[in-house]
């Protein structure tokens, strides 16, 4: 009988779960089969390569080293240190990430995001999660071995939405997948100012972990790509209202993330578009989506987000409360076949202006 009595539980056990008269929650898995086990309906945590540091080069990482699965975001991690003998003291930058100077995430060519780290930094921590995540950046003065280190979470679900999961990335369903760093020089991170033998103690690395969906039945599902795209506009001395800035078309735009800045390195200004610098997003020439300010934007994204963003940013939000139907749909099948970002300018001399789309498409079908 005594031998028979672990089979019997586990008999009453289902009995009692399929019956609703047992909760799962209580731990319990029971493997049956056809059913995948409890373990792989969760998501699975692993560093999947690092980027080492190479002065002015693109480092590039392909499958199989770049994994083809279905995943929810990527977490990158920054580190190194820095020597330098400072004479006459320069400039810092604002993060560490402006070490990295562009990330590229292609499948199979087609460009899934291209960002500046720096940027994505205010995207994914303050607007998406209304945090700002500690980061250990160097100081001026002469230093040896002084450390810095940041990190960044990488989305391609869809935070503050009311269907994070609409845009896991199905990574599984393209042929290749390359991820590509554009490494920069100590000079990102502290420009100006004068320095002798400044040198990388230890070499940056950036470390690329993954959080990634084994669900078999979450694999077979239609999914969007989550996009991001930079532009980069020298405004240099040009005092304008009404500054246009052509914005692609054919998708579907959650957002568009504005940062002004000096570069080498690169710092955030408020000089260029003023507190009272008109902000428009125009349609077809004519119809005006949004019409704000830039003091009035940036305070919309405080009171929205929780946290004012860092100097220089500032986030037009088209899906403000999570609703994906709200979000501006450009195209031939929308009837938008010009999208125009027009932006009063100052004259300041050596500025930029970074335009970043965060838009949807389909991603290709499962097989």
């Not at 499958?63 to 330098?84: A, C, E, I, V």
């Not at 979470?153 to 760093?181: H, K």
């Not at 970043?356 to 389909?362: F, N």
């Amino acid at each position: 009988m005594r031998r028979w009595f672990p089979f019997v539980l586990i008999v009453l056990f289902a009995i009692a779960l399929a019956s609703g008269v047992m909760p799962p929650e209580l731990g319990f898995a029971l493997v049956v089969a056809g059913v995948p086990s409890p373990v792989l309906q969760t998501t699975q945590n692993r560093k999947i390569f690092t980027s080492n540091f190479s002065q002015n080069t693109t480092d590039r990482q392909y499958s199989p080293d770049f994994p083809r699965s279905l995943y929810t975001r990527l977490l990158l991690r920054l580190s190194g240190n820095l020597t330098k003998t400072e004479s006459a003291a320069g400039t810092l930058a604002d993060n560490p990430f402006s070490l990295i100077r562009g990330i590229r995430i292609k499948a199979e060519g087609d460009i899934i995001k291209e960002f500046e780290p720096s940027m994505v930094h205010v995207l994914s921590h303050q607007i998406f999660r209304g945090l700002a995540t500690d980061s250990t950046m160097i100081t001026l003065g002469s230093d040896t071995a002084e450390a810095f280190s940041a990190r960044l979470e990488v989305d391609f679900q869809s935070p503050r939405s009311r269907a994070p999961e609409a845009s896991f990335f199905p990574g599984d369903r393209y042929g290749e997948l390359v991820f590509e760093t554009d490494w920069g020089a100590y000079t990102d991170l502290v420009g100006g100012g004068t320095y002798t033998s400044p040198s990388f103690s230890t070499n940056p690395t950036l470390e690329v972990y993954a959080e990634e969906v084994l669900n078999p039945t979450d694999k077979t599902r239609p999914y969007l790509i989550h996009k991001y795209a930079t532009k980069t506009v020298g405004i240099s001395s040009t005092a304008q209202n009404g500054y246009p800035i052509q914005l692609p078309v054919g998708e579907v735009y959650r957002g568009i993330l504005l940062k002004q800045l000096t570069r080498t390195p690169d710092l955030g200004i408020s000089t260029l578009l003023t507190s009272t610098a008109n902000i428009v997003v125009r349609v077809n020439g004519s119809f005006r989506k949004l019409e704000t300010t830039w003091a009035e934007l940036t305070s919309r994204n405080k009171a929205r987000y929780g946290v004012a963003l860092p100097t220089g940013f500032a986030y037009i939000d088209f899906m403000e409360d999570g609703d994906f139907n709200k979000c501006l749909r450009t195209g031939d099948a929308a009837g938008v076949s010009m999208l125009e970002l027009l932006v009063d300018t100052a004259s300041v001399a050596s500025a930029f202006l970074q335009v970043m789309p965060v838009t949807y498409k389909a991603a290709r079908a499962a097989a």
